[in-house]
């Protein structure tokens, strides 16, 4: 019955650096999503995977962000050489399929800062 | 392309008074329509849906929303606020993506504060 995990929650790392942010979905969901939260953008669609089928990407706004998704379950974002401009909130969502009107079941974030 | 507007970055009510909360959306075929809430430093929650069956839709925390094809709105009501209902709230279309799944398109949300 557990929910959407993140880890971490809160991740400080420097200018250049790369990071690597993880998801949990919920057992089953075979729908997963990465959203960004940062205050001049706003919740942003970044990615999304639907079982084993390749990613929609068209949201990941650089070539410095990546993804994968292991066993059609936990997912793991990645940023390279990172900037401060990516410092915002990454939620990761899940959901039991893909159709328009699934509800999507969000986890905590992980908050990123970039010094 | 569907999107959404929320009107106004901070409602302001007294605890007890009606909470307003407002969402127009654009879309060219029937929407799938979203309020979510999101607590402080945590993630979102969804409120209540709308899936083209009843226009009047009842969320939780006493939450409810009108789909009025008309006015292209989907505004967040709750008769009586609560202390607790302080949070901030995103309005969210259901849109298609480029193979064919569904991404949530959000508004810029709205703070509600509630003031004793």
């Known amino acids: 019955g557990a929910g959407v995990s993140q880890s971490p929650s809160n991740k400080v790392t420097e200018k250049g650096k790369d990071v690597e942010l993880r998801c949990d979905p919920i057992s089953g969901h075979t729908a997963l999503y990465w959203y960004r939260q940062s205050l001049g953008q706003g919740l942003e669609f970044l990615i999304y995977f639907q079982g084993n089928s390749a990613p929609d990407k068209s949201g990941l706004p650089s070539d410095r962000f990546s993804a994968e998704r292991t066993g059609g379950s936990v997912s793991t974002l990645t940023i390279q050489r990172t900037q401060q401009e990516d410092s915002a909130v990454y939620l990761c969502?899940?959901?039991?399929?893909?159709?328009?009107?699934?509800?999507?079941?969000f986890g905590p974030g992980t908050r990123l800062l970039v010094l | 392309a569907q999107s959404v507007t929320q009107l106004g970055s901070h409602v302001s009510v007294s605890e007890g008074a009606l909470v307003l909360l407002r969402c127009n959306y654009s879309s060219s075929v029937p929407p799938y329509l979203f309020w979510y809430v999101q607590y402080p430093n945590q993630g979102l929650q969804l409120l209540l849906k709308y899936t083209s069956a009843a226009t009047l839709v009842k969320g939780i925390n006493g939450f409810e929303a009108e789909f009025k094809k008309s006015e292209t709105s989907f505004h967040l009501t709750k008769p009586s606020a609560h202390m607790s209902d302080a949070a901030e709230y995103f309005c969210a279309v259901s849109t298609p993506g480029n193979t064919g799944f569904q991404k949530l398109v959000f508004g810029t949300g709205t703070r509600l504060l509630v003031s004793p």
């Open positions: 969502a899940s959901s039991p399929d893909r159709g328009g009107a699934e509800t999507q079941y």
